[in-house]
Nanobody, 125 residues
């Protein structure tokens, strides 16, 4: 069974930083050739794209609200993807999810094949 497990969420003051991790596990499951994405969902809102990274780590994509503040990265040997979040704002408050796509890294929620359970990020003003 494939599992994606997010960690690193929490409560932080505006201007602070958090680093989210997404660890993949499962029998013979590897993210090595998979596109990986981070998404978030605030209460009463739809799940939205945050960042994505292709399997090589050479192609990155960010949503406009997080450009210049968030950095996505991956360590294929550790089967883990990261999201470094700096200069956090109250509007970044949401549950953050990581997701895996079998072949590429895209912005579309419905395109992803595997999802984690989410980790809560709360930014106080």
């Amino acid at each position: 069974q494939v599992q994606l497990v997010e960690s690193g969420g929490g409560l932080v003051q505006a201007g602070g930083s958090l680093r989210l991790s997404c660890a993949a596990s499962g029998r013979a499951f590897s993210i090595y050739t998979m596109g990986m994405g981070w998404f978030r969902q605030a209460p009463g809102k739809e799940r939205e794209f945050v960042a994505a990274i292709d399997w090589t780590g050479g192609r990155l994509d960010y949503a406009d609200p997080v450009k210049g503040r968030f950095t996505i990265s991956r360590d294929n040997s550790a089967n883990t993807v990261y999201l470094q979040m700096n200069s956090l704002k109250p509007e970044d408050t949401a549950v953050y999810y990581c997701a895996a796509h079998r072949t590429t890294a895209v912005r579309t929620v419905l395109s992803y094949d595997y999802w984690g359970q989410g980790t809560q990020v709360t930014v106080s003003s």
